[in-house]
């Protein structure tokens, strides 16, 4: 997200409506694909809890 804000400052655009329209383009990709990548992620079973020592 950093490098997103840093680059154009560094580079510069032509307009700063061309920056914000790109911005904004970028977060809605990065948004659909991290919803993308958690529905397709196969879900773990919850962990074994550890074996407990039985002592007589």
Do not use: H
Request: charged share 25%.
């Amino acid at each position: 997200m950093i490098a997103a804000l840093v680059v154009p400052v560094l580079f510069g655009s032509y307009e700063p409506p061309d920056t914000a329209r790109a911005l904004g383009k970028f977060t809605r990709i990065l948004k659909s694909d991290t919803r993308t990548m958690k529905e397709d992620a196969p879900e773990r079973p919850p962990a074994a809890t550890p074996a407990t020592a039985i002592t007589s």
